[in-house]
């Protein structure tokens, strides 16, 4: 973790010294959020795509019965890299991310058009099994949700359920492995018979990572995941983050500003459903190049 805070403290002081520059600003009248937006406003400003992505979105917009919700998206998505998503409540960050292991299938009213691939393969394709996909883009909540079973089976409901293991041998090392990659297996190794629910908010959240990591995900979705931890527990998930990054792809939606300058590389920023900037992260929280973004990171609206 320290190695973590060391890493980012530029980026942090960044936020710090943009908020301080501007002190005459916060006596100015806020700005709703649910102002309009002038058209020319829209064109996302930075560059969204990149050299090795793992995932590409390409114009994609989604609507609740006839209500927009996310309008003409394109973003990559990189190899090994965290993305963070954030922006005013509502602006359209859980529907952009449901879109990416199609959770918004769930949702009756809910219709997505536009191009979205995972390696090349477009995941809204005919012939697409969403079961297998849902494995391949793993997803993390808000609240922690562990079924109401042992922490053993929690994380061996997936590997079960698609096929993966032939013997409880193998079963054994994936849970053991998939425990290990969420930091939780000194914790829980002596009790993986107990109920996943009996443990801490933060161990839970781990629960569920695990449970993620064992099917084999490339990516992994979470929709702030630390919303409801407390300061250790987001912490110890913070670290978690910038190790899974090593093997996995992460895009995670924030409403913490510093969460995401302490763990993503590039950070996209949703207003109203239209992605108004996207870049490195240092870069898009010391010099924005839209002036919503700036207004938004600098407390104007939120
Ligand atoms: N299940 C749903 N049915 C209808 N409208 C929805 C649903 N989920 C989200 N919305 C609407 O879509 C917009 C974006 O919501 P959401 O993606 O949850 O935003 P965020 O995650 O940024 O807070 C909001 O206007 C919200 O009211
Ligand atoms: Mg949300």
């Known amino acids: 973790m320290i190695q973590i805070l060391q890493n980012n403290t530029a980026q942090l002081a960044g936020i710090n010294s943009l908020v301080a520059a501007q002190p005459e600003e916060t006596s100015q009248a806020p700005l709703s959020s649910s102002e309009m937006v002038n058209r020319e406003e ?24 006839d209500k927009p919700a996310i309008n003409d998206v394109s973003i990559d998505i ?37 191009d979205i691939k995972l390696d090349n393969m477009d995941i809204y ?28 089976d929690n994380v061996a409901y997936g ?28 914790e829980v190794k002596d009790r993986l018979d107990q109920p996943g629910t009996g443990l801490s908010g933060g161990q839970q959240q781990r629960l569920c990572i695990a449970r993620a990591i064992a099917v084999g995900p490339e990516v992994i979705l979470m929709d702030e995941p630390c919303s409801a931890l407390d300061p250790i527990a987001t912490a110890i998930i913070e670290e ?10 992460i895009v995670i939606v924030t409403h913490n500003m510093q969460q995401a300058a302490r763990v993503s590389q590039r950070t996209a920023y949703f207003h109203l459903g239209d992605l108004l900037e996207v870049g490195r992260t240092d870069k898009l929280f010391t010099a924005p190049s839209h002036q919503l973004t700036e207004d938004y990171i600098t407390g104007r609206f939120g």
């Open 42 to 65: 829209r064109i996302t400003a930075g560059n969204p795509f990149t050299d090795n992505p793992r995932m590409t979105c390409r114009n994609v917009n989604v609507y609740y019965g």
């Open 78 to 114: 990189a190899e090994h890299e965290v993305l963070a998503m954030i922006g005013p409540s509502g602006c359209g960050k859980s529907t952009f991310l449901r879109c990416l292991n199609r959770m918004n299938d769930t949702i009756d009213i809910c219709r997505v058009t536009g």
């Open 125 to 152: 394709g005919k012939d697409i099994d969403v079961v297998p996909l849902r494995a391949q883009v793993g997803m993390v909540f808000q609240k922690p949700n562990p079924f109401p079973k042992s922490i053993y």
């Open 159 to 186: 590997p079960k359920i698609h096929g993966l293991v032939a013997n409880k041998t193998e079963l054994d090392q994936v849970i053991e492995n998939s425990l290990i990659k969420a930091g939780l297996w000194n």
């Open 240 to 249: 978690l983050i910038a190790e899974l990054k090593e093997q996995f792809t």
